[in-house]
């Protein structure tokens, strides 16, 4: 049977806009810190190769096809190891923690770019790129233990959000003690900001270029030269228009990397109950 996924109670309270400094800070760092790969000496081939798969083991892999299309939206299931890895690789992208990304991602397609909606793109493209981030959302954070409640009582998702900050510590340390301060700076520093701006600008690009396949209730778009670094994220107005479905590519030319996998994966039994649009 398909798990129900939760809806929000939506009220008309308005946060207060205080700044989240300790957020303002981590992303500046890790910004600062990837400016140190233009430094010769931390520059070497087999750094930008670890950035370049790291990218798609947590960005494609784990958020796109893990956190978004299994977690948020139940498009498919799979083996329990399957899932867990999945969910290890979306919170090696250091984004955020599982559950607050899920419950997040929920609430934009609850509210999609109105108000309620986290990173409403009716509010302009900084806005839904990074600003909604920087202030303290109480609201929206208040909504999400209501909208996973069908992840809270798995217990690796529960380790996950947990030691979120330890994981991506020991990722680091494992990554220094292979390849030294190189691997640090192009497998976590440039990886994690490309990660992030690669999403976020899932949340604004495709929320405001491209085309549209669906006039849908909100400002969602296709973005076709965001293909390769989302992985096939960019069909957002398709995604939109159903967001149960494993698929999001729908065009022939609408090339789909993560429905790939996930299409690999159901033929050998990995992946099962896979949704597709009812078109
Ligand atoms: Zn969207
Ligand atoms: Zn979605």
């Not at 139940?74 to 083996?79: A, D, I, Q, T, Y």
């Not at 340390?173 to 990886?191: E, H």
């Not at 990660?195 to 849908?216: L, P």
């Amino acid at each position: 049977m398909t798990a129900t996924i939760p809806q929000p109670q939506i009220s008309n309270e308005k946060a207060k806009p205080a700044l989240k400094w300790g957020l303002i800070g981590w992303v500046s760092l890790l910004h600062l810190g990837a400016l140190l790969a233009f430094f010769p000496s931390f520059f070497n081939w087999s750094a930008v190769g670890l950035a370049v798969f790291l990218h798609g083991l947590t960005c494609g892999v784990g958020v796109e096809i893990g956190w978004h299309r299994m977690a948020s939206h139940r498009s498919f299931e799979c083996r329990k190891w399957v899932e867990r890895f999945f969910i290890l690789c979306g919170t090696l992208s250091g984004m955020a923690t599982p559950l607050a990304w899920v419950g997040l991602h929920r609430l934009h397609h609850a509210r999609s770019d109105k108000d309620g909606d986290p990173h409403n793109a009716a509010k302009g493209f900084v806005w839904s790129h990074v600003r909604w981030m920087i202030y303290k959302d109480r609201e929206s954070w208040s909504k999400i233990p209501e909208l996973t409640k069908d992840w809270q009582d798995d217990p690796f998702v529960q380790f996950c959000d947990r030691h979120y900050v330890a994981i991506q510590l020991t990722f680091a340390a494992i990554l220094f003690a292979i390849g030294g301060l190189p691997w640090v700076i192009w497998g976590m520093f440039v990886r994690t900001v490309l990660v992030w701006h690669t999403i976020w600008f899932v949340n604004s690009g495709a929320h405001k270029f491209g085309y549209r396949n669906f006039e849908t209730d909100d400002r969602s778009t296709n973005v076709w030269w965001l293909l390769l670094p989302t992985y096939g994220g960019c069909w957002h107005n398709n995604h939109h228009a159903f967001p149960q479905s494993a698929r999001c590519g729908l065009k022939w030319w609408e090339i789909d990397l993560s429905w790939g996998l996930i299409s690999t994966l159901h033929k050998v039994g990995l992946v099962t109950k896979v949704r597709l649009p009812n078109i």
